[in-house]
Protein backbone atom coordinates (compact mmCIF):
# COMPACT_ATOMS: atom_id res chain seq x y z
CA UNK A 1 0.00 0.00 0.00
CA UNK A 2 1.34 3.19 -0.86
CA UNK A 3 1.26 5.97 1.45
CA UNK A 4 0.73 9.74 0.98
CA UNK A 5 2.24 12.79 2.70
CA UNK A 6 5.04 15.24 2.60
CA UNK A 7 7.62 12.65 3.25
CA UNK A 8 6.64 9.49 1.13
CA UNK A 9 5.66 11.24 -2.41
CA UNK A 10 8.99 11.09 -3.45
CA UNK A 11 9.04 7.49 -2.22
CA UNK A 12 5.92 6.40 -3.53
CA UNK A 13 6.18 7.86 -7.45
CA UNK A 14 9.11 5.80 -8.09
CA UNK A 15 8.02 2.52 -6.85
CA UNK A 16 6.20 -0.30 -8.87
CA UNK A 17 4.85 -3.12 -7.55
CA UNK A 18 3.94 -6.21 -9.02
CA UNK A 19 1.27 -8.59 -7.42
CA UNK A 20 2.43 -12.01 -9.16
CA UNK A 21 4.05 -14.83 -7.21
CA UNK A 22 5.88 -11.96 -4.97
CA UNK A 23 6.86 -8.58 -4.51
CA UNK A 24 9.18 -7.07 -6.98
CA UNK A 25 10.43 -3.03 -6.55
CA UNK A 26 11.64 -2.04 -10.05
CA UNK A 27 14.08 1.13 -8.90
CA UNK A 28 14.51 2.89 -5.48
CA UNK A 29 13.94 6.42 -5.05
CA UNK A 30 16.52 8.83 -4.33
CA UNK A 31 16.07 11.19 -1.56
CA UNK A 32 18.67 13.84 -0.76
CA UNK A 33 21.03 12.05 -3.24
CA UNK A 34 20.59 8.51 -1.63
CA UNK A 35 18.60 5.32 -2.76
CA UNK A 36 16.12 4.78 -0.43
CA UNK A 37 15.28 1.60 0.10
CA UNK A 38 12.08 0.27 1.51
CA UNK A 39 11.41 -3.06 3.42
CA UNK A 40 11.83 -5.56 0.45
CA UNK A 41 9.80 -8.76 0.85
CA UNK A 42 11.85 -11.75 0.01
CA UNK A 43 10.13 -14.51 -0.37
CA UNK A 44 8.37 -15.77 -3.82
CA UNK A 45 5.14 -17.36 -2.52
CA UNK A 46 3.22 -17.59 0.49
CA UNK A 47 5.35 -19.65 2.42
CA UNK A 48 7.22 -17.94 4.67
CA UNK A 49 9.38 -21.04 6.06
CA UNK A 50 12.63 -21.52 4.85
CA UNK A 51 13.10 -25.21 5.15
CA UNK A 52 11.62 -27.85 6.89
CA UNK A 53 12.34 -29.15 10.74
CA UNK A 54 11.70 -32.39 12.03
CA UNK A 55 11.21 -33.42 15.61
CA UNK A 56 10.82 -36.71 16.13
CA UNK A 57 8.62 -37.63 19.57
CA UNK A 58 10.97 -40.65 20.39
CA UNK A 59 13.99 -38.95 20.57
CA UNK A 60 11.81 -37.26 24.18
CA UNK A 61 12.63 -38.36 26.97
CA UNK A 62 10.86 -36.53 29.52
CA UNK A 63 6.90 -35.82 29.05
CA UNK A 64 6.03 -33.66 25.76
CA UNK A 65 3.09 -30.86 26.92
CA UNK A 66 1.30 -30.65 24.02
CA UNK A 67 0.28 -34.21 24.68
CA UNK A 68 -2.13 -35.98 27.45
CA UNK A 69 -0.60 -39.10 28.85
CA UNK A 70 -3.33 -41.31 30.81
CA UNK A 71 -1.65 -43.52 32.80
CA UNK A 72 2.02 -42.37 32.70
CA UNK A 73 0.47 -39.25 33.42
CA UNK A 74 -1.28 -39.59 36.07
CA UNK A 75 1.82 -42.00 37.89
CA UNK A 76 3.78 -38.41 37.17
CA UNK A 77 1.15 -35.91 38.56
CA UNK A 78 0.12 -37.95 41.13
CA UNK A 79 3.11 -39.32 43.95
CA UNK A 80 1.23 -41.36 46.03
CA UNK A 81 0.07 -43.47 43.08
CA UNK A 82 2.94 -44.57 42.11
CA UNK A 83 4.25 -45.15 45.78
CA UNK A 84 1.23 -47.94 45.87
CA UNK A 85 3.07 -49.01 42.31
CA UNK A 86 6.12 -49.19 43.67
CA UNK A 87 4.98 -50.54 47.30
CA UNK A 88 2.89 -53.39 45.15
CA UNK A 89 5.80 -53.95 43.07
CA UNK A 90 8.03 -54.58 46.04
CA UNK A 91 5.97 -56.53 47.87
CA UNK A 92 5.43 -58.87 44.60
CA UNK A 93 8.66 -59.34 44.70
CA UNK A 94 8.91 -60.55 48.34
CA UNK A 95 6.29 -62.81 47.45
CA UNK A 96 7.89 -64.33 44.40
CA UNK A 97 11.06 -65.24 46.56
CA UNK A 98 9.44 -66.61 49.53
CA UNK A 99 6.82 -68.84 46.82
CA UNK A 100 10.34 -69.79 45.20
CA UNK A 101 11.81 -70.25 48.61
CA UNK A 102 9.08 -72.59 49.64
CA UNK A 103 9.09 -74.81 46.01
CA UNK A 104 12.69 -74.97 46.34
CA UNK A 105 12.50 -76.49 49.36
CA UNK A 106 9.59 -78.92 48.41
CA UNK A 107 11.67 -80.15 45.51
CA UNK A 108 8.85 -78.97 42.89
CA UNK A 109 11.05 -75.91 41.10
CA UNK A 110 14.59 -75.31 40.44
CA UNK A 111 15.83 -71.65 39.99
CA UNK A 112 16.53 -70.73 36.53
CA UNK A 113 18.37 -67.13 37.45
CA UNK A 114 21.81 -67.89 37.00
CA UNK A 115 22.67 -65.34 39.35
CA UNK A 116 20.27 -65.70 42.30
CA UNK A 117 20.93 -70.03 41.72
CA UNK A 118 23.84 -70.43 43.66
CA UNK A 119 22.18 -68.42 47.23
CA UNK A 120 18.92 -69.67 46.40
CA UNK A 121 20.93 -73.58 46.82
CA UNK A 122 23.08 -72.02 49.43
CA UNK A 123 20.37 -70.28 51.98
CA UNK A 124 16.71 -69.32 49.77
CA UNK A 125 16.24 -66.67 52.48
CA UNK A 126 19.11 -65.20 51.77
CA UNK A 127 18.26 -65.03 47.84
CA UNK A 128 15.06 -63.73 48.89
CA UNK A 129 16.70 -60.60 51.40
CA UNK A 130 19.47 -59.88 48.40
CA UNK A 131 16.56 -60.39 46.05
CA UNK A 132 14.31 -57.63 48.04
CA UNK A 133 17.71 -55.69 48.69
CA UNK A 134 18.32 -54.76 44.98
CA UNK A 135 14.41 -54.36 43.85
CA UNK A 136 14.73 -51.51 46.78
CA UNK A 137 17.51 -50.01 45.35
CA UNK A 138 15.82 -50.27 41.91
CA UNK A 139 12.96 -48.38 43.73
CA UNK A 140 14.86 -45.33 45.08
CA UNK A 141 15.88 -44.78 41.58
CA UNK A 142 12.58 -44.83 39.75
CA UNK A 143 11.34 -42.35 42.31
CA UNK A 144 14.55 -40.25 41.55
CA UNK A 145 13.88 -40.16 38.06
CA UNK A 146 9.72 -40.11 38.12
CA UNK A 147 10.12 -37.14 35.84
CA UNK A 148 10.94 -39.70 32.68
CA UNK A 149 8.32 -41.29 30.76
CA UNK A 150 10.55 -44.80 30.15
CA UNK A 151 11.24 -44.85 33.72
CA UNK A 152 7.20 -44.74 34.83
CA UNK A 153 6.68 -46.75 31.46
CA UNK A 154 9.62 -49.44 33.30
CA UNK A 155 7.75 -49.69 36.82
CA UNK A 156 4.62 -50.65 34.99
CA UNK A 157 6.12 -53.24 33.53
CA UNK A 158 7.68 -54.37 36.51
CA UNK A 159 4.62 -54.38 38.56
CA UNK A 160 2.76 -56.01 34.92
CA UNK A 161 5.68 -58.85 34.74
CA UNK A 162 5.78 -59.44 39.14
CA UNK A 163 1.65 -59.92 38.74
CA UNK A 164 1.88 -62.41 36.28
CA UNK A 165 4.99 -64.40 38.09
CA UNK A 166 2.78 -64.18 41.47
CA UNK A 167 -0.21 -65.66 39.58
CA UNK A 168 2.11 -68.11 38.08
CA UNK A 169 3.37 -69.47 41.65
CA UNK A 170 -0.04 -69.35 42.57
CA UNK A 171 -1.48 -71.72 39.88
CA UNK A 172 1.28 -74.12 40.47
CA UNK A 173 0.92 -74.69 44.07
CA UNK A 174 -2.73 -75.24 43.50
CA UNK A 175 -2.64 -77.66 40.74
CA UNK A 176 -0.02 -79.09 43.04
CA UNK A 177 -2.40 -79.80 45.86
CA UNK A 178 -0.61 -77.14 48.21
CA UNK A 179 -2.95 -74.66 48.44
Known sequence: MLRTGPLTNLRNEVLDCSLGEGIELSRPALTAGRPVFPLAERRTSIERRQHWKYRFQERRSAFDRRRTYLVVGALRDDPQL????????????????????????????????PLLAPLFAAHPYLAVALKLCLLLAVTACIWRWRRYRLVLTASLLALGVFSAVIVYHLESLRNLGLI
Request: aromatic fraction near 0%.
Open 82 to 113: LAAVLLATNGMSLLDGLLTAVELEHGIAHELN
